[in-house]
């Protein structure tokens, strides 16, 4: 249960899927019947069917490479395959018959389905990179020996559960163990999963948008980190007695952490922080990400891929941040300027003066702040250093970034109902915000020091 992406294909990147998948069977479209041997192929790269016979065995110009929304297939154990969104991407001509390559968008194992209208499902069952971290919560500990044998505390697991309009989320740890050798060692197992259960079945587009993706980005907001879908399984109902149906699909976020001073990765908020009204936190978050999904895109895009120049990270963050700005505050101006309208730079002061009682100890200057950062953008923009006296350079561009992040993660906190206490205590305890007010405080060219 893997998912693997064709987004990537033609960049280059690769997903979290480390060894190809493959199964030898036999594939046919519903609308010929006939059927030819082939391999289904389930790459870091992408998913690829290769038939060593062709379904037409005509020779066609690359112009006039076929498509099919659906083709079916089974292993030769028995294991049936339907192949959603098959794209031909070569057809080669030999002297007893054809063989064909189709792009695959999504694989459902497990299942037939004869039309796209049939792909809906009512029960979905995901996991993410860096769940666990998330739900456990600090200072768990592994079964300890008594007399009598081993233990599990199960008061270090947590469930959480959400009713939505359209499905209800339940977002929880199981915990299995046993004992061996007389109980002298003990098999621990622990899952982590999020189910969901949709009002009607929903395609796995409609629920990745309205659902899975918002989850997602709320695990990267509580971890810090760029968590990816591991896998996914889905159910026409939820009887316990139906088989699950594995996908395989498309991706955009393989996890690649860029390692650096400023970013450990540490867990800003746990499951159990937002335990005593998880419905009021989540919901406050998938109101923020309907109404400002472009800007969530790109505050998600930076926590991944490693080799983006931190420039072009810089820049994102500075957009993310003047759109979030305007949709939140408007364009009135908030002291007495010239302008009619905020400049860039009033917009970062703003949030930076919305979040400052919290954030003081890495930016206790706003206006001289909001400075560098106008400098430095409108110079990666134009490449001109006139009258640019504000130029974050090298690692001090790469401390203007992460600073810029911390400042969008708080006002996250804020938006979805953190209190100031409850963000101070959240920031506080955590040795990642630590680091960087520490780099500020030391190297930061914003943050005035006196002689």
């Not at 893997?2 to 960049?11: A, G, N």
């Not at 009512?122 to 998330?134: A, N, Q």
């Not at 980005?217 to 088989?243: G, M, V, Y």
Request: proline fraction near 3%; aromatic fraction near 12%.
């Amino acid at each position: 249960m893997v998912f693997t992406t064709s987004r990537y294909i033609k960049s280059g990147y690769v997903t979290t899927v480390s060894e190809e998948l493959r199964y030898e069977g036999k594939w046919w479209i519903t609308n010929i019947g006939e059927s030819v041997s082939g391999t289904l192929s389930i790459t870091p790269k992408g998913i690829w069917l290769s038939l060593n016979e062709s379904f037409d065995n005509t020779t066609k110009m690359p112009d006039e490479l076929s498509s099919y929304d659906i083709i079916l297939g089974i292993q030769y154990q028995g294991y049936k395959f339907t192949l959603k969104g098959c794209e031909e991407i070569r057809n080669q001509s030999g002297s007893i018959y054809n063989t064909q390559v189709f792009y695959v968008e999504t694989v459902y194992g497990g299942t037939h389905a004869e039309d796209i209208s049939d792909l809906k499902f009512k029960v979905y069952g995901i996991r993410y990179t860096y769940l666990s971290d998330w739900l456990r919560n600090p200072g768990f500990r592994v079964p300890k020996k008594r007399d009598d044998g081993y233990h599990i505390e199960y008061k270090n697991f947590i469930e959480i559960k959400s009713d939505f309009q359209n499905a209800s989320i339940e977002i929880k740890s199981s915990v299995s163990w046993g004992h061996q050798n007389g109980g002298y060692n003990v098999q621990l197992k622990i899952s982590d999963i999020v189910k969901v259960r949709c009002q009607s079945p929903m395609s796995i587009k409609d629920v990745n948008l309205e659902v899975l993706d918002p989850i997602q980005d709320f695990i990267i907001l509580a971890t810090t980190r760029p968590s990816s879908i591991t896998s996914l399984s889905a159910k026409r109902s939820d009887s316990e007695n139906e088989d699950d149906v594995t996908v395989f699909t498309q991706t955009p976020y393989p996890t690649q952490e860029r390692v650096s001073l400023f970013n450990r990765g540490i867990v800003l908020f746990y499951a159990k922080d937002i335990s005593d009204k998880p419905k009021y936190y989540l919901e406050k978050w998938f109101e923020l990400e309907k109404d400002m999904r472009d800007i969530f895109k790109i505050f998600v895009d930076v926590h991944y891929d490693p080799e983006l120049l931190i420039s072009n990270k810089f820049l994102n963050i500075t957009q993310a941040l003047e759109a979030y700005n305007r949709i939140r505050y408007g364009d009135a101006p908030t002291r007495k300027q010239k302008s009619k309208k905020k400049t860039f730079k009033d917009r970062i002061q703003e949030l930076v003066e919305k979040t400052y009682s919290l954030i003081d100890a890495l930016i206790p200057d706003s206006e001289r702040f909001s400075d560098w950062v106008k400098d430095t953008r409108n110079y990666l923009v134009h490449r001109d250093k006139a009258d640019k006296k504000h130029l974050a350079e090298e690692e001090n561009l790469e401390l203007l970034f992460y600073t810029l992040l911390w400042l969008l993660r708080v006002s996250c906190l804020i938006e979805i109902g953190f209190s100031n206490e409850q963000c101070t205590a959240l920031l506080s305890r955590n040795n990642g915000f630590r680091d960087i007010c520490k780099a500020a405080q030391l190297k930061a060219p914003w943050i005035q020091r006196a002689n």
